[in-house]
């Protein structure tokens, strides 16, 4: 399978905005919950959310209220709405199934400025 292409991320100021895209090939995508995970400097990687074809979503309790994933299944597309970001968001992001099924890709670097 090809990796997912993220895109979106950039720099920020502490309480701005950003949305991140991730482009998804196969039958992967079609039958498998989606997931965007992260990844800071010297840390390891942790799921940020996660979403199911169907349309249900699960949260970091860092991240609640602030980040909404969604996905467009006919474009093999995923999302992730970001708002008021905090420097502690500050990492690469990276989508994938939630089990992990596709190769990792190059992810999207989130930087937060305060």
């Known amino acids: 399978q090809v990796q997912p292409v993220e895109s979106g991320g950039g720099l920020v100021q502490a309480g701005g905005s950003l949305r991140l895209s991730c482009a998804a090939s196969g039958r992967i995508f079609t039958i498998n919950a989606m997931a965007w995970y992260r990844q800071a400097p010297g840390k390891q990687r942790e799921l940020v959310a996660a979403?199911?074809?169907?349309?249900?979503?699960n949260y970091a309790d860092s991240v609640k209220g602030r980040f909404t994933i969604s996905r467009d299944n006919a474009k093999n597309t995923v999302y992730l709405r970001m708002n008021g970001l905090k420097p502690e968001d500050t990492a690469v992001y990276y989508c994938?199934?939630?089990?992990?099924?596709?190769?990792w890709g190059q992810g999207t670097q989130v930087t937060v400025s305060s």
């Open positions: 994938n199934t939630a089990d992990r099924s596709y190769p």
């Open positions: 979403v199911t074809r169907g349309g249900i979503t």
